[in-house]
């Protein structure tokens, strides 16, 4: 069963923290779930695609700053090995004719992407192709990168539209109210923007982390975002959502039993929410569980475009908080591109093949296809039904786990010979045999040596 979302209270304010964006009591019972109705939907109006922040807000750290040295190895990223997308991109699958919308910090200029200007609401001047901190550039390099020639890095779909809408900012902050730039309004008419414009994907890396008898309660930010999302998937548009990382308000949710509530994920019904792993599989010590997790994918030590602004090559550390300690990338906010790269694949795919792909039908497949954990029903609260696999997703193909029936071993199935198996198992009939006639040879000393005594007594 997908966890149903219960009306939901005022979002805490999205604090963007370069490099690992973390924005941000028990389940509700499921008849609570079940049985609450969504409320009409609000029509939501961005005027000329510009969104206004609430409240006045100043910058109070400086811009991100293009990368001065190589800090790339010359190889491909191992998430980008893991994955193996680029065999969709060898069949001609590449996120042609997809634009996928970056609701996030903005993205900057970058030779290797091709991006559109959707509106800002950062009080600085500049638009939306423009990143101060640095995030919304990795978010989008990691989607829609051009190959980059000395390492085969590419985005998932690279030749998919960038639609960048910025709207929230670590660096700008309500010093009245102690907030960042960025709460669940703007993110509300930011989506309502996107399906507007046209978007097919919406890539959303920031979390509202909130306690659930906020989350219960329904006001007017958490309206918005919810009847924005609504609305985006009632109109075939993929919402991808980051999990969220244990940081501040957003603190990590015991399996089964969540005390906090992650927005948007906590809509399930309408977005694929998506957990971090790291090289080894394993789920991400940071990713933050819930029963509305749906899939995971790579989220530590990534490579993506350079952030800064003029930055032209590669990066795999970004500079992180006010002190500007450079760290490596991660979090959940960079798994769930991987994800919008792969649902733009598939919207195209679908195109192609002159078929519809409605969000519901894209986000079962996805999930449906992807490296199952163990479990009930192959999924868990932290990596949901597991890892992507881009090529079983796009071939529509089916873990064994999902047509585990008994069935009969066919004559050829064992062609291959095991040889050390068979070394042990003639080994082990040697020994036998060895023994059988080692008994048979005391046996026959015995019976001789007490005839030849019988007959010295006779």
């Known amino acids: 069963m997908r966890f149903r979302f219960p009306r939901s209270r005022p979002a805490l304010a999205l604090a963007a923290a370069v490099g690992v ?66 065999q969709a991109q060898d069949q001609g699958l590449t996120g042609q004719g997809q634009t996928v919308a970056v609701i996030d910090t903005g993205v900057n200029p ?65 010093k009245a109210e102690k907030r960042t730039l960025g709460d669940t309004e703007t993110m509300a008419r930011a989506i309502q923007y996107a399906v507007d414009s046209g978007a097919s994907v919406i890539n959303i890396s920031q979390s509202s982390c909130q306690s659930l008898a906020q989350a219960m309660h329904f006001d007017s930010g958490n309206n918005m975002l ?10 075939g548009v993929v919402v991808v959502v980051a999990a969220g990382n244990t940081t501040g308000s957003c603190q990590k949710n015991a399996p089964g039993s969540p005390t906090t509530a992650v927005l948007p994920a906590w809509f399930d019904n309408y977005v694929i929410t998506v957990a971090s792993v790291n ?117 529509d193909v089916i873990p064994p786990s999902h047509q585990m029936k008994p069935r009969r071993l066919d004559a050829d199935a064992l062609q291959a010979r095991d040889f050390p198996a068979l070394v042990v198992a003639i080994g082990g009939a040697g020994a036998g045999i060895a023994a059988i006639v080692f008994t048979a040879f005391l046996v026959n000393a015995v019976r001789n040596v007490r005839a030849r005594a019988a007959g010295r007594k006779d």
């Open 226 to 235: 919810y009847q924005a999302v609504v609305n985006a998937y009632n109109k």
């Open 21 to 86: 964006l973390a924005l941000g009591g028990p389940t509700a019972p499921a008849a609570l779930a079940e049985t609450v109705q969504p409320p009409p939907l609000v029509p939501v109006n961005v005027p000329g695609g510009q969104l206004t922040p609430n409240g006045s807000y100043e910058q109070t750290g400086g811009c991100m700053q293009p990368n001065t040295g190589n800090s790339v190895i010359e190889e491909k990223p191992w998430s980008q090995r893991a994955l193996g997308f680029e």
């Open 110 to 174: 970058h030779p290797r992407l091709s991006v559109e200007d959707g509106g800002s609401s950062v009080p600085d001047g500049h638009g939306a192709r423009f990143d101060c901190d640095g995030h919304g550039t990795i978010v989008a390099g990691i989607i829609a990168a051009h190959p980059d020639p000395n390492t085969g890095f590419v985005g998932v779909a690279p030749d998919a539209k960038i639609l960048s809408i910025r709207q929230s900012s670590g660096l700008y902050e309500n």
């Open 279 to 395: 090289q080894q599989g394993a789920p991400s010590a940071f990713t933050v569980p819930g029963p509305w997790v749906d899939v995971a994918a790579p989220g530590e030590n990534l490579i993506s475009l350079d952030p800064g602004n003029g930055g032209t090559g590669l990066a795999s550390q970004i500079s992180e908080g006010q002190s500007g300690q450079l760290g490596p990338i991660q979090g959940t906010s960079f798994a769930a591109p991987y994800v919008s790269g792969l649902a733009a694949l598939m919207k195209e795919q679908a195109q192609r093949e002159g078929r519809s792909a409605d969000a519901r039908s894209i986000i079962d497949r996805i999930e449906k296809t992807a490296m199952h954990p163990g479990g009930n029903d192959g999924r868990n609260d932290i990596v949901g039904y597991g890892m992507i696999d881009p090529m079983a997703a796009l071939n």
